[in-house]
């Protein structure tokens, strides 16, 4: 399959590193011209020259901004003012007893991982449905459906992009224009070899090391191993192709069968 978006332009937000850095590597790789972003302007610029470097495409820029804030996301909407393709990326997580999240901390997250996505969705799918063509992806989890018990928080976010990319495709419906959500499943990312070799120790190999850590702890993974931050990015770029045009509405996994479910 030959996936080809020269001439489109595609927003990934929270894009300097991990999963978002992959999404923005494999769109730019792809052929269109890939807008990063982030809240801090050194980091936009190495991974604008990461993507740049990492996918063979100079068409890659920066737009720098704290999507959680409207100030934020005025100052990225002014940067990039249309786009073909929105990857709403950008999110939060972290562990808290569930009686311990006080109410500031649950709008922090809910601005975060939700609104930051619904105020650009708002922004640029009305021109989407106008030129009759657009893709927006709003990265959720598998915490969407099997809500952990200490991210309570985290996965109310996920839940409700859920309901946010079910809602908004319906607004987009018979427009050429979809929406779906992307559900992924524990990932390869950041801090992840740290968090595992403190479970598993440091004598094994890593492949070995994850492997025991997903049996032991993440049981539910028929995949046995973390999801690398490219798998999720090959799901993206397929659902922003000219190839997806009949998948909308939908909450697609790549979860590696974590979710123990035949459907979402």
Known sequence: MQIDLSGRTALVTGSTQGIGHAIATGLARAGARVVVNGRDEGRVADAVRTVRAGSGNDDVAG????????????????????ADILVNNLGIFGSVPPL????AEWRRYFEVNVLSAVRLIRAYLPGMKERGWGRVLNLASDSAVAIPAE?????????ALLAVSRGFAKDAAGTGVTVNSVIAGPTHTGGVEGFVRELVGDELPWDEAQHEFMVKYRPQS???RLI????????????ASPHASATT????????GYVDSILP
């Not at 704290?66 to 249309?82: F, H, I, K, N, S």
């Not at 991210?151 to 839940?159: A, P, Q, S």
């Open 63 to 82: 737009a720098v901004g704290d999507l959680a804030r409207e100030q934020g996301a005025a100052a990225v909407l002014e940067a990039v003012p249309t």
């Open 100 to 103: 311990e999240i006080d109410d």
């Open 151 to 159: 991210m309570i928080h985290y996965g109310m976010t996920k839940t």
């Open 222 to 224: 028929l995949l046995q």
């Open 228 to 239: 690398e931050p490219e798998e999720i990015a090959n799901m993206v770029v397929y659902l």
């Open 249 to 256: 509405g939908g909450a697609v996994r790549v979860d590696g």
